[in-house]
């Protein structure tokens, strides 16, 4: 349960930019808001979960595609620097540091796509994977297979080897929903 007026409190702000805020997360499909009891965080069926994951595997599959295409080189060396970052926080277990990290580098390959379009589907997908996938940041195993995973994709992308690349991304992202999925995690 989230408890809007502890929330205000915690903050030291009012109960309303709460309470907007609250309705933002409701609308996005995040929080459920039900009658006389508050705001909850949502629980996602099976089903739910594989429809928002396979969206995602083939909007960043095509993201992907056209990052191979449109990458700049100085997006490659970003991309090879914050993957240092994140193996440094996995090698700390600093789980936030590694989450943000995780974060940033699929959002940084969809923007390297340059298509305003799938940006703006992503950032409404991304909202509810990440809502998943803070759930599996401490999964035995999971990290560091996707730090490998990240690395190997980012010199694919390097090389502008488009076919390998979604290979990949697809066997990340549906592997990462399995785990939710196997965990019961949702």
Same mark, same amino acid.
């Given at each position: 349960?989230?408890?809007?007026?502890? #929330?205000? !409190?915690?903050?030291?702000?009012?109960?309303?930019?709460? +309470?907007?805020?609250?309705?933002?997360?409701?609308?996005?499909?995040?929080?459920?808001?039900?009658?006389?009891?508050?705001?909850?965080?949502?629980?996602? *069926?099976? $089903?739910?979960? +594989?429809?928002?994951?396979?969206?995602?595997? =083939?909007?960043?599959?095509?993201?992907?595609?056209?990052?191979?295409? +449109? %990458?700049?080189?100085?997006?490659?060396?970003?991309?090879?620097?914050? !993957?240092?970052? =994140?193996?440094?926080?996995? /090698?700390?277990?600093?789980?936030?540091?590694?989450?943000?990290?995780? *974060?940033?580098?699929?959002?940084?390959?969809? +923007? /390297?796509?340059?298509?305003?379009?799938?940006?703006?589907?992503? /950032? *409404?997908?991304?909202?509810?994977? $990440?809502?998943?996938?803070?759930?599996? #940041?401490?999964?035995?195993?999971?990290?560091?297979?996707?730090?490998?995973?990240?690395? $190997?994709? %980012?010199?694919? %992308?390097?090389?502008?080897?488009? /076919? =390998?690349? *979604?290979?990949?991304?697809?066997?990340? %992202?549906?592997?990462?929903?399995?785990? #939710?999925?196997?965990?019961?995690?949702?």
């Amino acid at each position: 349960q989230l408890n809007a007026d502890g #929330i205000a !409190q915690h903050l030291r702000v009012s109960h309303t930019p709460v +309470r907007d805020a609250l309705n933002r997360l409701e609308k996005d499909g995040l929080v459920v808001k039900l009658p006389y009891q508050g705001w909850f965080v949502r629980r996602f *069926q099976e $089903q739910e979960v +594989r429809d928002v994951y396979e969206i995602r595997a =083939g909007l960043e599959c095509f993201g992907l595609r056209l990052a191979c295409e +449109r %990458i700049t080189p100085e997006e490659i060396e970003w991309l090879r620097a914050h !993957q240092a970052s =994140g193996e440094e926080a996995l /090698a700390r277990e600093d789980w936030d540091a590694y989450w943000l990290y995780n *974060q940033e580098l699929h959002a940084a390959i969809v +923007r /390297a796509a340059r298509n305003s379009e799938l940006s703006m589907i992503m /950032a *409404q997908t991304s909202r509810k994977t $990440q809502l998943l996938s803070a759930r599996t #940041i401490r999964m035995l195993g999971r990290p560091p297979r996707a730090v490998r995973e990240h690395k $190997q994709l %980012i010199e694919l %992308i390097a090389t502008h080897e488009s /076919a =390998g690349a *979604q290979v990949l991304m697809e066997l990340h %992202i549906l592997s990462a929903m399995d785990d #939710i999925l196997r965990h019961g995690l949702t």
